[in-house]
């Protein structure tokens, strides 16, 4: 793994860790926010223009 994506991996960690402990994101629906998360993060610190386009957002019953 390159050391970008380590980096992206350890900011989307501890994004995520965060989101959790304010109870954005619960562990029940961790795998789902991270992997979007993660890719933006990625896309960001990439560049940008290496990002792959979103699909639209689902919307969660808690937002």
């Known amino acids: 793994m390159e050391s970008l994506e380590k980096q992206a991996l350890q900011?989307?960690?501890?994004i995520v860790v965060k989101f959790i402990e304010v109870g954005r994101i619960?562990?029940?629906?961790f795998a789902?926010?991270?992997a979007e998360?993660?890719?933006e993060i990625l896309g960001?610190?990439?560049?940008?223009a290496a990002?792959?386009?979103?699909?639209?957002r689902k919307k969660?019953?808690?937002?």
């Open 44 to 48: 960001t610190v990439g560049g940008g």
């Open 11 to 14: 900011v989307a960690k501890e």
């Open 37 to 39: 998360i993660y890719t």
């Open 51 to 56: 990002a792959a386009p979103r699909a639209p």
């Open 60 to 63: 969660d019953k808690a937002e």
């Open 26 to 29: 619960s562990p029940a629906n």
């Open 32 to 34: 789902e926010h991270f």
